[in-house]
């Protein structure tokens, strides 16, 4: 039986490789590697149509929409997304105070969140009295936010990654999360 001090003993590279290794014992169903695999081209695929029919779109929208628009549910539209801004920041408290890994997704949403509210009320005040206001806004409050936001959640996905990859985050710091494979991908090799 191996214990920890045995395990101490060991390189970080020689844990990383028992700890792969354990994984494969832990999960040798040869179709995990396929699925992995399928669901990565899937997901490319998706991304280069969704890009495809977005470029698309955008060129539809740039010779057809209207200079100016009116909108009925304007005040609706506002309310309802500083209402999913603060289930955001409501969700991601949460989640911090929890310990819980969907910290991640929700620092990532609510960042998102932000970047948008940002770009909105400057684009929707330009020319107009508050612009200022919304330009300083966006530069002083959200997109520092967002920003806090972004790197807290890349921290954190580099912590996982070398927890998952090494087992512990002693004496070597996290593998860039460009070369870091997908978790449970064993054919995945670091480019």
Same mark, same amino acid.
């Given at each position: 039986? @191996?214990?920890? +001090?045995?395990?101490? $003993?060991?390189? &970080? &590279?020689?844990?990383?490789?028992?700890?792969?290794?354990?994984?494969?014992?832990?999960?040798?169903?040869?179709?995990? $590697?396929?699925? %992995?695999?399928?669901?990565?081209?899937?997901? *490319?695929? !998706?991304? @280069?149509?969704?890009? =495809?029919? %977005?470029? #698309?779109? @955008?060129?539809?929208?740039? !010779? =057809?929409?209207?200079?100016?628009?009116?909108?009925?549910?304007?005040?609706?539209?506002?309310?309802?997304? /500083?209402?999913?801004? %603060?289930?955001?920041?409501?969700? =991601?408290?949460?989640?911090?105070?929890?310990?819980?890994?969907?910290?991640?997704?929700?620092?990532?949403?609510? #960042?998102?969140?932000?970047?948008? /509210?940002?770009?909105?009320?400057?684009?929707? /005040?330009?020319?107009?009295?508050?612009?200022?206001?919304?330009?300083?806004? &966006?530069?002083?409050? $959200?997109?520092? @936010?967002?920003?806090?936001?972004?790197? *807290?959640?890349?921290? %954190?996905?580099?912590?996982? *990654?070398?927890?998952?990859?090494?087992?512990? +985050?002693?004496? $070597?710091?996290?593998?860039?999360?460009?070369? =870091?494979?997908?978790?449970? /991908?064993? +054919?995945?090799?670091?480019?």
């Amino acid at each position: 039986m @191996i214990n920890e +001090a045995d395990l101490r $003993e060991l390189s &970080a &590279a020689q844990r990383r490789q028992l700890a792969r290794s354990l994984a494969v014992i832990d999960y040798p169903d040869p179709l995990l $590697e396929v699925t %992995l695999a399928r669901g990565r081209k899937l997901g *490319a695929l !998706f991304s @280069i149509v969704a890009c =495809t029919v %977005l470029v #698309g779109w @955008i060129i539809v929208l740039l !010779f =057809t929409l209207h200079r100016s628009f009116h909108a009925h549910y304007w005040r609706l539209a506002w309310v309802g997304f /500083d209402v999913v801004l %603060l289930f955001g920041f409501a969700a =991601t408290g949460w989640a911090f105070w929890r310990g819980r890994q969907i910290v991640i997704a929700c620092l990532l949403v609510t #960042g998102t969140l932000l970047c948008c /509210d940002a770009w909105f009320d400057v684009m929707l /005040d330009l020319g107009t009295s508050g612009q200022w206001v919304s330009i300083a806004s &966006a530069l002083v409050i $959200e997109l520092p @936010i967002a920003f806090l936001m972004f790197a *807290a959640a890349r921290r %954190l996905i580099r912590l996982s *990654a070398l927890v998952a990859v090494s087992g512990s +985050a002693a004496g $070597e710091p996290p593998p860039s999360l460009w070369r =870091t494979a997908l978790v449970g /991908d064993r +054919a995945a090799k670091p480019r």
